[in-house]
């Protein structure tokens, strides 16, 4: 496996992200086609992005932080088949190393499934145990998702 942080993704870049995204959120957060991705990736700010390579060249894991109201946030995500195997710790201790504080929103409910229509597991105790906190005041919803903020502070 290796890392390669870019400022810019490919359009074969962008396509494996599109099926890895697709794969491992929830179905209701799908992306149809690239132009779906595109704009969503052209409204964040001071994008960065670092992917996690096989030996193939294939993308298993995507970290990406961007600016939000003066604030650092990200999107991360791991192939289902290399979680639990401390690739994406490994891509927040990177982060962790060139930020003071990270923020994100996470899904804590379980009700979601995924595409291949297994349920989606929420990610939270993975983010407890990389020492984010929750903020259960601090709610996104919309009328098919609801997340919490959380955050990582650099003591």
């Known amino acids: 496996m290796r890392f390669l942080t870019v400022l810019h993704l490919n359009e074969k870049e962008k396509q494996e992200l599109i099926e890895l995204w697709n794969t491992v959120y929830p179905d209701v957060l799908q992306f149809k086609s690239l132009y779906e991705f595109e704009k969503y990736l052209s409204k964040l700010k001071d ?3 670092t992917l996690l390579f096989d030996k193939n060249n294939n993308i298993k894991g995507w970290f990406a932080d961007f600016s939000r109201n003066n604030e650092r946030w990200f999107i991360m995500m791991v192939s289902s088949e290399l979680q639990g195997q401390g690739y994406g710790s490994r891509l927040l201790d990177e982060a962790k190393k060139k930020f003071n504080e990270l923020n994100g929103w996470v899904i804590c ?3 979601y499934k995924r595409k291949d229509g297994k349920p ?3 990610p939270v105790s993975f983010y407890e145990k990389n020492d984010f906190m ?3 005041d601090i709610i996104f919803e919309t009328d098919v998702l609801k997340t919490v ?5 650099r003591n």
Do not use: A
């Open 109 to 111: 409910e379980h009700e």
């Open 149 to 153: 903020k959380m955050q990582w502070v």
């Open 134 to 136: 929750l903020y259960p």
């Open 47 to 49: 994008l960065k992005h």
């Open 120 to 122: 989606y597991q929420s």
